[in-house]
């Protein structure tokens, strides 16, 4: 349980700590873990029909396993009998499908790939090597490195024109004034409601450096919620960010069609702290009422705002095209294609 004195301590980095600790505590106590071992991977022809048969065939064993009956012996011997004609029917229909789909359109890499996926073999998914000025990196902490630099220098300043660097420098250099006599409405106290609210609608994702995760904090009790929201407050009033929510696990994942041993062709993927996540979600919700409600946003802006789409566009561009049509008028479209847009924005 979060207790008042745990929140109430005057260093907000200590508080923070320990609120994390004692859940994460909790929680190895009473949750147990599953192991390290990663899902198979299924082969191609492996169906629904497949795996009821299966979990059926193993739920007979247990039962003959616990009960060690003539009857229980016969039901498993059935269980097993038919979970192995499921499979073999099943394999059976995939070759005979793959087989006859083999024409001149399809090339020897796709076959020879549906056949080793058909037997089980899968490429292996982590990375095997990295290239660095020409050579080959392969050990595991160097190609930590060169993936590290690769991002470093994605995001350099030295990317920025001249202009832009020194707006840059010199907007920075101007504090930013947190307090205002003024009483409005986004800079209030934090609720319940809005903490309730922000919960209910949380997808479960992966943990950040502390290993918190979001079902921690959807089992607590009211009155433990009670005093995170008093610590989120204390945050959100002493404008103090806490050090250990600055941290992230930053995944590679390769970009589709692009060279695998190129440093350059990952995206990184951060994972930080899902407490933060849910102290930035309450904050966004009311950013984004603030900037919706006063038409800040263009209207024809359709990206990260709800109840919108990119199919909001393309029915605008299919409607201006149509008009166009009826009145024998020119229609002129520009694309933009923003080089690396995502690592840079």
Same mark, same amino acid.
């Given at each position: 349980?979060?207790?008042?004195?745990?929140?109430?301590?005057?260093?907000?980095?200590?508080?923070?700590?320990?609120?994390?600790?004692?859940?994460?505590?909790?929680?190895?106590?009473?949750?147990?873990?599953?192991?390290?071992?990663?899902?198979?991977?299924?082969?191609?022809?492996?169906?629904?029909? +497949? /795996?009821?048969?299966?979990?059926?065939?193993?739920?007979?064993?247990?039962?003959?396993?616990?009960?060690? /009956?003539?009857?229980?012996?016969?039901?498993?011997?059935?269980?097993?009998?038919?979970?192995?004609?499921?499979?073999?029917?099943?394999?059976?229909?995939?070759?005979?499908?793959?087989?006859?789909?083999?024409?001149?359109?399809?090339?020897?890499?796709?076959?020879?790939?549906?056949?080793?996926?058909? +037997?089980?073999?899968?490429?292996?998914?982590?990375?095997?090597?990295?290239?660095?000025?020409?050579?080959?990196?392969?050990?595991?902490?160097?190609?930590?490195?060169?993936?590290?630099?690769?991002?470093?220098?994605? +995001?350099?300043?030295?990317?920025?024109?001249?202009?832009?660097?020194?707006?840059?420098?010199?907007?920075?250099?101007?504090?930013?004034?947190?307090?205002?006599?003024? =009483?409005?409405?986004?800079?209030?106290?934090? /609720?319940?409601?809005?903490?309730?609210?922000?919960?209910?609608?949380?997808?479960?994702?992966?943990?950040?450096?502390?290993?918190?995760?979001?079902?921690?904090?959807?089992?607590?009790?009211?009155?433990?919620?009670?005093?995170?929201?008093?610590?989120?407050?204390?945050?959100?009033?002493?404008?103090?960010?806490?050090?250990?929510?600055? =941290?992230?696990?930053?995944?590679?994942?390769?970009?589709?069609?692009?060279?695998?041993?190129?440093?350059?062709?990952?995206?990184?993927?951060?994972?930080?702290?899902?407490? +933060?996540?849910?102290?930035?979600?309450?904050?966004?919700?009311?950013?984004?009422?603030?900037?919706?409600?006063?038409?800040?946003?263009?209207?024809?802006?359709?990206?990260?705002?709800?109840?919108?789409?990119?199919?909001?566009?393309?029915?605008?561009?299919?409607?201006?095209?149509?008009?166009?049509?009826?009145?024998?008028? =020119?229609?002129?479209?520009?694309?933009?294609?923003?080089?690396?847009?995502?690592?840079?924005?």
């Amino acid at each position: 349980m979060i207790t008042r004195d745990m929140v109430e301590g005057e260093n907000l980095n200590e508080v923070v700590n320990l609120v994390t600790k004692t859940i994460i505590s909790v929680a190895d106590d009473s949750i147990p873990k599953s192991g390290l071992s990663f899902p198979k991977n299924r082969k191609p022809w492996w169906n629904k029909y +497949c /795996t009821d048969t299966n979990r059926d065939q193993r739920r007979a064993w247990n039962v003959f396993r616990r009960h060690p /009956t003539s009857a229980n012996q016969i039901a498993f011997q059935r269980a097993k009998s038919i979970a192995r004609w499921a499979r073999r029917k099943s394999e059976r229909g995939y070759w005979i499908k793959f087989v006859s789909g083999i024409n001149s359109s399809v090339t020897a890499k796709d076959m020879w790939d549906n056949v080793r996926r058909a +037997c089980g073999i899968y490429p292996e998914k982590r990375i095997s090597c990295l290239r660095k000025n020409g050579q080959e990196v392969r050990n595991i902490s160097d190609m930590v490195d060169v993936l590290a630099e690769a991002f470093a220098s994605i +995001c350099s300043a030295s990317n920025y024109t001249e202009p832009f660097l020194t707006h840059k420098n010199r907007t920075e250099r101007i504090k930013l004034r947190f307090q205002t006599t003024k =009483h409005i409405s986004y800079n209030t106290d934090l /609720t319940i409601f809005e903490l309730h609210t922000a919960l209910s609608v949380l997808k479960h994702t992966s943990p950040g450096p502390d290993e918190f995760t979001y079902s921690m904090l959807q089992h607590l009790s009211e009155h433990s919620l009670l005093n995170i929201l008093y610590m989120f407050n204390r945050i959100w009033k002493e404008h103090v960010f806490p050090d250990c929510w600055k =941290h992230a696990f930053i995944i590679p994942i390769p970009k589709p069609g692009k060279d695998s041993q190129d440093p350059l062709n990952y995206r990184p993927i951060a994972l930080t702290s899902c407490m +933060c996540k849910l102290f930035e979600r309450i904050v966004n919700v009311r950013l984004v009422h603030i900037l919706e409600k006063n038409e800040y946003i263009s209207p024809f802006q359709s990206g990260f705002r709800k109840s919108r789409s990119t199919i909001d566009n393309l029915m605008s561009l299919e409607t201006d095209i149509r008009f166009a049509f009826l009145k024998r008028n =020119h229609l002129v479209s520009i694309f933009f294609d923003i080089y690396k847009a995502y690592d840079r924005t």
